[in-house]
């Protein structure tokens, strides 16, 4: 299909839907708003934005269908009522032909899948806008499922995303939030991830390595990727068989324990995020089953893990401490860390912003604690930090829809779950772990080549720091007519120990991955600099 022929399939959804009273409030070149005029004309819409703009992206196809999915993760740039809606959108596409994926399983593995398979099944048991599967077993009685990319794809995904690409440039350039929303920055993101997904390879690794991370743990089980028979175009995974999660009648019929199940989910998000830094950020209920093999103490499995999220150290740590202060109602210690964390500028009036923060988190405070939602909660604390200039690091907006996620999958298993009787006591015991000795140590133990080869520059970077120190003393003895006063003389010694201190600052830049573990060990090194000087 030529760009023409897809730009007049657009324009056609758009009117049917009327996407054009998206741009009702938007400043637009003369030609744009006597289009719009126009198309006035035409009988308003009876179905909400968020409806409307769902249907549109189902008509388009998979790949709009895949953009609507991401836009649903942004709920810091979208408004709510369309991220509900857009949250709603299936992936369900038909399946292409099994001579197609026979070839392709059989051009990855170079051989027949007579040869390959003990029995393969034709017919798919899923079927997604960018892959396909089908169950089988392997010669030696494994069940497995096999997962191919569709075939023409990529050609596809890239005419799709430059259209978005180019809709997003005029949203920017031509509407009043266009710099706020960023929409050239959500299309670059959307393009990007959705090629990550065409290579299986990368999903089987994220697979490996959340297996690893759950190895011995009851709470979560992850399906065991068979890399002989895995590439990029390929991924053979072991079959699991678990009761979806949406199927709660199912569920209690087991006799499930729905109590331990909806906090096990919640313990196995905090545990993802904070012990591991590898969380799984697409768990919609599709990609989630539940192991009633034991229903007092049900497990789960996860599947599909294309797209994963990590943050920071920094990240981490100022998180944290920001649930924890919001925990504690401590709205000033949450003004002061979105500072230091950097997500607000350091300009920031930090009274102004903790009393919006205040405005926000006071009220609900007022219910009780199992009626509050956590997710939410963040999400209203970004936007009110938005009012500030805030740049939110889109790791934390992924963090932040998949604990969204999470935490409604769990008051859909069990209403009165309490996700801060899990959390708040988690979290206490991971700071206290971070701060501990044998976490410095851990640090040096992992970090210690690096400063071994680095640490003849420091004795250099002081040298360097005291004779220009000695200058400074030099050159103002020498200008000195009078003789300096005594007070001048103490100013100039507190200007040569902030030289010292940004000396030992420029060593401790050296030392910054085992020091970032003491968050007060930079004010000591300017402190011992201060000290020297002042004992002088």
Request: glycine letters at 4%; proline letters at 7%; a neutral charge.
């Amino acid at each position: 299909m030529s760009n023409a022929t897809r730009l007049f399939t657009i324009a056609r959804v758009a009117l049917r839907y009327r996407l054009d009273t998206f741009c009702a409030h938007t400043p637009l070149p003369a030609p744009a708003r006597a289009l719009l005029a126009l198309l006035r004309l035409v009988p308003a819409p009876r179905d909400s934005r968020g409806v409307r703009l769902r249907r549109a992206l189902e008509d388009l196809g998979p790949i709009f269908i895949k953009f609507g999915q991401l836009l649903s993760t942004r709920p810091d740039l979208i408004p709510a009522d369309i991220c509900q809606e857009l949250d709603q959108l299936q992936d369900n596409v038909p399946p292409f032909s099994n001579a197609k994926f026979i070839a392709i399983v059989e051009q990855a593995l170079g051989k027949p899948v007579e040869q390959a398979f003990l029995s393969f099944e034709r017919e798919p048991l899923a079927s997604a806008s960018l892959a396909q599967v089908h169950a089988a077993v392997l010669v030696d009685g494994r069940e497995v499922v096999v997962k191919v990319i569709r075939p023409g794809i990529e050609a596809v995904i890239r005419q799709d995303t430059d259209l978005l690409l180019g809709v997003a440039r005029l949203v920017e350039k031509y509407s009043v939030d266009g710099q706020r929303l960023r929409p050239v920055e959500v299309a670059e993101n959307y393009r990007t991830t959705i090629f990550d997904e065409l290579n299986l390879q990368r999903e089987a690794a994220n697979a490996s390595i959340l297996r690893r991370n759950f190895e011995y743990s009851p709470m979560l089980y992850v399906p065991t990727v068979y890399w002989p028979y895995t590439n990029e175009n390929m991924l053979v995974m072991e079959r699991i068989h678990g009761t979806p999660v949406t199927k709660v009648a199912e569920l209690a019929a087991c006799g499930t324990d729905f109590k331990v199940l909806a906090e096990r989910g919640v313990e196995i998000f905090f545990t993802q995020v904070f012990e591991h830094n590898f969380f799984h950020a697409d768990m919609h209920p599709g990609n989630i089953f539940v192991d009633t093999t034991n229903p007092r103490l049900p497990k789960y499995i996860a599947v599909d893990c294309a797209i994963i999220g990590t943050l920071s150290e920094a990240d981490q740590y100022y998180l944290a401490r920001n649930l924890l202060a919001i925990f504690r109602r401590d709205y000033r210690q949450v003004a002061e860390l979105h500072v230091l964390s950097g997500w607000v500028p350091e300009d920031t009036p930090i009274n102004e912003f903790e009393a919006a923060i205040r405005t926000v988190c006071e009220p609900i405070f007022e219910r009780p604690l199992k009626d509050i939602s956590c997710a939410q909660m963040l999400i209203n604390l970004f936007r009110t930090a938005r009012r500030f200039n805030t740049e939110i690091q889109p790791s934390l907006v992924l963090l932040q829809k998949t604990l969204l996620n999470i935490e409604g999958l769990g008051r859909q298993l069990y209403p009165d779950l309490d996700l801060w009787a899990t959390a708040h006591p988690f979290m206490e015991r991971w700071l206290k772990k971070r701060l501990h000795p044998s976490a410095l140590l851990a640090t040096l133990k992992r970090h210690g080549p690096e400063w071994l080869e680095q640490f003849p520059q420091v004795p250099q970077l002081l040298f360097q720091a005291v004779q220009q120190i000695k200058h400074l003393d030099q050159t103002v003895n020498a200008q000195a007519r009078p003789p300096t006063p005594l007070r001048h003389r103490k100013y100039l010694r507190w200007l040569g120990a902030a030289s010292l201190g940004m000396g030992l600052g420029s060593a401790y830049s050296l030392w910054q991955p085992v020091i970032a573990q003491m968050p007060t060990a930079s004010l000591l090194l300017v402190a011992i600099g201060a000290l020297l000087l002042l004992l002088r």
